[in-house]
């Protein structure tokens, strides 16, 4: 079974950073584009960014383009968002998801069918 570990949340001043890493437990990331999405209270889940399985395409929703910063490393089976210029509007839970296309980089949420538990982000001064 899939298995996808989020960490690297916690409670950041507005203008600060955090890097969040997605870890692969029981499978090989190499063959799976990885899309990290976010959820804040009441809201619908929205889609942050997706890297390919190559990492060769990248894709980043208008409200993060600039800010934030997504790679991988295949040979620590790990993903990363670099979230820089944080905002109290980016506060939520981050959850990072594997892709059923390995060479897409959508933000369509039918496109994934493995989930992690998510970690917290509070941009709070």
């Given at each position: 079974?899939?298995?996808?570990?989020?960490?690297?949340?916690?409670?950041?001043?507005?203008?600060?950073?955090?890097?969040?890493?997605?870890?692969?437990?029981?499978?090989?990331?190499?063959?799976?584009?990885?899309?990290?999405?976010?959820?804040?209270?009441?809201?619908e889940r929205e889609g942050?960014?997706?890297?390919?399985?190559?990492?060769?395409?990248?894709?980043?929703?208008?409200?993060?383009?600039?800010?934030?910063?997504?790679?991988?490393?295949?040979?620590?089976?790990?993903?990363?968002?670099?979230?820089?210029?944080?905002?109290?509007?980016?506060?939520?839970?981050?959850?990072?998801?594997?892709?059923?296309?390995?060479?897409?980089?959508?933000?369509?949420?039918?496109?994934?069918?493995?989930?992690?538990?998510?970690?917290?982000?509070?941009?709070?001064?």
């Open positions: 079974q899939l298995q996808l570990v989020e960490s690297g949340g916690g409670l950041v001043q507005p203008g600060g950073s955090l890097r969040l890493s997605c870890a692969a437990s029981g499978f090989t990331l190499d063959y799976y584009a990885i899309g990290w999405f976010r959820q804040a209270p009441g809201k942050v960014s997706c890297i390919s399985s190559t990492g060769g395409s990248t894709n980043y929703a208008g409200s993060v383009k600039g800010r934030f910063t997504i790679s991988r490393d295949n040979a620590k089976n790990t993903v990363y968002l670099q979230m820089n210029s944080l905002k109290p509007e980016d506060t939520a839970v981050y959850i990072c998801a594997a892709s059923s296309y390995p060479y897409s980089d959508s933000l369509d949420v039918t496109d994934f069918a493995s989930w992690g538990q998510g970690t917290q982000v509070t941009v709070s001064s």
